[in-house]
């Protein structure tokens, strides 16, 4: 069995740590380092999945990032457990049997037994060596400084240290064969201390460096905390400014109830006093009933047969009278009906809304050239557009005033805007085009179905709030959505077998709502119908409103009389604006839409009607 000594210079110390093998892992090159230095050194590249092997610089992959799966070294891991379980012997004793040693001297490059030791520790010479405990050794906290003999000259430490080679020699290789090849020899003592000079060195550097990054990582507290409260300013700000804004809002909503409650007791007074006449009159009718029904208690002579006959004609006359009509409080109604809240929509105005208390027509006007129109939509900056089949595109302001008359040379079929202001229109040939908002056209195609595959009643286009286009086919029976940037439709979704005459999307939900013959249909995300609304005998035009609302012009078509009520977007009726309006219809293919500012305009084939509150 070789010494401890013998064993411990077959490389069984780390190149990193200078100690005793710790869990040994062998890289692709073969060299083998403890798990924790190649863990420090993964560490030190953490944008890498290898590591670099410090003696030959050859990189070896980390499996998952993880150096512990990385080939542990089974005989050298081995073979350290041995050596750690033998206690190392004295070399400084000449006796055949070596006592165990208790320390190392690193100056002499012995281990001493407690004898030794003592006799080293009283020579003077030896006051100024480094002595460590052999517990110290064991444990690893220590490594163990050596001169290693020299392999052509047994007897000979390697007191030289070749700068060229990058090894220790000794004396007499360093004369005879590194000098000669001209390499620089020095002592090693010099070598070392020239060594703990730059590990100094870098190690104040170090020093300085990690000194930085800590001001620098303190800097970065500084300024989290400084964001730290900024966002606390800000979210104090928002929870002052809500409260204000509560308060104010329920300053508006009790403003609105008032004048609620005001209306409701000046029709509640209407309707009590037609209700009292009528109590009144019945009242009347009872007296003179009772008067007349004495006649018949006795036989009536002279004054009282006059008085009798008297009294049987004022009630004959009372009588006479019409039945009260059922049109004043029905009249009262519908002044009732006629008002209506409207939501707030200005995104930078605080307010709940206002009262509308009746609707008329503000604008009743014919349109421009002669081929009539094919669809009506919102455009920016608060006008109307109306598309025509050969005159092109009109935009109306909210007053009924033509603003602007656009792309006269191309036959507009329906149209849309983008959030951005530009425009997507779809002509007669169902082909799809782009254009800015100074109605340039851009070089951008849409694939969509040909003529005859996709129409069979006139094609609807919409808009969601993130400018994706929907396109409706009636043949088919389904939408195709695109993207501003053309091309393929991104997907299609059926109609559940409904025809998307016209379609519009809810600015909130993105579900659509589209107008199928006489039907108003609120579709899912799926094309699942969701509620659908009808009236007997009339045909609806819908239209989604900015607050999501829903609006429907219902049109008796032989009459031509429109009325326009508002529901909610699942179909629920809120109330009526307008009611029985006489139109001038010569085509039963209308228009509805909503104004920016809220009027709502009605289209006609040649006539656009606007109404206002």
């Not at 980390?62 to 457990?81: A, C």
């Not at 039945?323 to 519908?334: F, N």
């Not at 010569?586 to 500012?597: A, D, G, H, T, V």
Request: net charge neutral; proline share 4%; hydrophobic share 30%.
């Amino acid at each position: 069995m070789a010494t401890f000594h013998q064993i411990s210079s077959q490389n069984l110390e780390c190149p990193i740590c200078l100690t005793l093998f710790n869990q040994p892992k062998s890289l692709t090159c073969s060299h083998t380092f403890c798990k924790g230095c190649l863990q420090r050194i993964f560490q030190t590249q953490p944008e890498q999945q290898t590591v670099t092997c410090p003696v030959c610089r050859k990189e070896t992959p980390i499996p998952s990032g993880d150096v512990s799966k990385l080939q542990t070294n089974v005989p050298l891991s081995s073979l350290v457990e041995e050596v750690k379980t033998k206690s190392p012997t004295c070399t400084a004793c000449e006796m055949d049997e070596k006592p165990p040693a208790v320390s190392y001297c690193q100056d002499c490059g012995k281990y001493m037994c407690k004898s030794c030791d003592s006799k080293h520790s009283s020579w003077a010479p030896f006051s100024t060596h480094t002595v460590i405990a052999m517990s110290e050794i064991l444990s690893g906290k220590v490594p163990v400084k050596r001169r290693q003999k020299c392999k052509n000259h047994p007897n000979d430490d390697k007191e030289c240290f070749c700068t060229g080679c990058r090894e220790y020699v000794c004396l007499r290789c360093g004369m005879l064969r590194h000098l000669q090849a001209g390499h620089h020899i020095e002592e090693a003592a010099v070598h070392e201390e020239k060594l703990m000079t730059i590990i100094k060195e870098l190690q104040k550097d170090a020093k300085s460096k990690k000194t930085s990054i800590e001001n620098h990582i303190d800097f970065i507290q500084t300024q989290r905390n400084e964001i730290t409260n900024m966002m606390r300013r800000l979210n104090n700000g928002i929870d002052k400014t809500y409260e204000e804004y509560i308060q104010l809002l329920s300053t508006r909503r009790e403003t609105l109830k008032c004048q609620v409650k005001r209306w409701s007791e000046k029709f509640e007074k209407e309707l009590q006093a037609m209700d009292e006449e009528s109590h009144q009159t019945i009242l009347q009718m009872n007296a003179m009933e009772e008067l007349v029904a004495n006649g018949v208690k006795i036989p009536l002579e002279k004054d009282a047969l006059i008085a009798h006959d008297t009294l049987c004609k004022n009630l004959k006359s009372f009588l006479g009278r019409h039945d009260p009509s059922d049109q004043s409080p029905r009249g009262v109604t519908e002044r009732a009906q006629k008002i209506s809240f409207r939501r707030h929509i200005e995104v930078n105005k605080l307010c709940l809304g206002k009262l509308i208390q009746s609707w008329d027509v503000k604008t009743d006007k014919e349109l421009p050239g002669e081929s009539g129109m094919n669809c009506m939509t919102c455009a920016p900056d608060g006008k109307m557009a109306v598309g025509s089949h050969y005159d092109g595109i009109h935009l109306y302001s909210p007053n009924g005033e033509l603003q602007q008359t656009v792309l006269k040379d191309v036959c507009v079929r329906r149209i849309g805007f983008l959030s951005d202001g530009r425009s997507v229109v779809r002509d007669t040939d169902n082909k799809m085009s782009l254009y800015t908002p100074r109605w340039k056209k851009l070089d951008v195609m849409f694939e969509t179905m040909s003529l005859d595959k996709g129409l069979f009643v006139g094609p609807s286009l919409t808009l969601d709030k993130d400018d994706n286009i929907y396109v409706g086919y009636g043949k088919p029976k389904k939408i195709q959505v695109f993207t501003p940037q053309g091309g393929k439709a991104v997907r299609e979704t059926m109609c559940d077998e409904y025809i998307p005459e016209q379609l519009f999307c809810f600015h909130t939900t993105g579900k659509l709502m589209l107008k199928d013959e006489s039907a108003v249909v609120c579709l899912d995300g799926q094309g699942k119908k969701e509620n659908v609304l009808k009236k007997e005998g009339m045909d609806a035009y819908p239209a989604v409103c900015q607050d999501d609302s829903v609006i429907v012009a219902w049109v008796k078509d032989k009459e031509g009389l429109v009325s326009i009520d508002r529901y909610t977007m699942n179909l629920e009726h809120v109330h009526n604006l307008i009611t029985d309006f006489k139109i001038k219809p010569n085509r039963y293919w209308f228009y509805l839409q909503e104004f920016e500012s809220g009027e709502i305009a009605f289209c006609t084939q040649n006539r656009l009607y606007i109404f206002g509150e």
